[in-house]
């Protein structure tokens, strides 16, 4: 059993549990962006929900360069040319993705257009790290050190409960003011620490 089959075993696995499934694929121009059509076509023929994300400055490589990101709209125009014409869902504004399907499919799309769409005022996502660093965005660095306050013993369900709200109310403006301000570079964050 090569690579591929044993991803698509472990999708079909997981959705046989009652699992939500949902495939995340970071398109990056020159590299995989021939590949959205082959993923829309997947969620059409399967039902899954693929969701798009454009490529953000969060790599651990320092690759990130704003030509490498291929937009929203691009991959919206490729796969209504060469799959289907797709059909907004109207999902929830707070979400990452915008929802779309096909008329005649449950195959679900979504896209996250962080860097041509920044939707940070909308976004209500929080993240605790592996290492107990507390996120309120992607590209806050390091964050709020949650580890050292769990491990006082001194620190109750309260005194936590205020610091997380504290934390919460400093929430950065995002990645819009880090366009807004000409500070994009590589590797403002890395995703793999962060938890994807």
Known sequence: MDGLDRV???????????????INAVVIRGWNDDEVVDFARF????????????????????IWTPDLVFSKREMIQRINKNVKELVPLNNNNSEPAT??????????????????????????RLRLTSDGRFLTCLFEDPGY????????RKS?????????????????????????????????????????
């Open 43 to 62: 969620a059409r023929d399967t039902g899954y929900t693929v969701r798009f994300i454009e490529f953000m400055p969060l790599d651990g490589t320092g």
């Open 99 to 124: 929802l779309y399907s096909f008329a005649d499919s449950e195959g679900t799309l979504g896209f996250i257009p962080s860097m041509t769409e920044p939707f940070c005022n909308k976004c209500d």
């Open 156 to 196: 109750d369900d309260d005194a936590i409960r205020k610091y997380i709200l504290q934390c919460t109310k400093k929430k950065p403006e995002g990645i819009v003011s880090i366009i807004r301000t000409n500070k994009l570079r590589p590797a403002l964050n890395i995703m793999h620490r962060i938890g994807g």
């Open 8 to 22: 698509l075993t472990s999708i079909k696995a997981a959705d046989n549990v009652g699992l939500k499934v949902k």
């Open 145 to 152: 050190d949650l580890k050292q306050l769990l491990r006082n």
